[in-house]
Nanobody
Framework: QVQLVESGGGLVQAGGSLRLSCAAS????????MGWYRQAPGKQRELVAT???????NYADSVKGRFTISRDNAKNTVYLQMNSLKPEDTAVYYC?????????WGQGTQVTVSS
């Protein structure tokens, strides 16, 4: 069982920045993919960004150039630096940890961007 603890959400004005963190515990797997997804009211959950243990990244087109995903493998922690935030980035952001066999989600953290 993998536990994911997220932090860093909040309220920010458009153009501002936030940094999300997600710490994973309970995993013995050294090869995994961690990432962030988001879900706005009335919409489906969507990919924001992912990063492999080796550092390969993938971003949604809507956040490229504004968001940066990174990870500290020694701490089993993934980060999402969000810059130039827009009102349309408002959503609940979920941390995800997965391998070929397992898939876990965090409880979510609210990000609200005011115009």
């Amino acid at each position: 069982q993998v536990q994911l603890v997220e932090s860093g959400g909040g309220l920010v004005q458009a153009g501002g920045s936030l940094r999300l963190s997600c710490a994973a515990s309970g995993s013995d797997f050294r090869r995994n993919v961690m990432g962030w997804y988001r879900q706005a009211p009335g919409k489906q959950r969507e990919l924001v960004a992912t990063i492999t243990t080796g550092g390969s990244t993938n971003y949604a087109d809507s956040v490229k150039g504004r968001f940066t995903i990174s990870r500290d493998n020694a701490k089993n922690t993934v980060y999402l630096q969000m810059n130039s935030l827009k009102p349309e980035d408002t959503a609940v952001y979920y941390c995800n940890w997965r391998t070929v066999l397992y898939n876990y989600w965090g409880q979510g953290t609210q990000v609200t961007v005011s115009s």
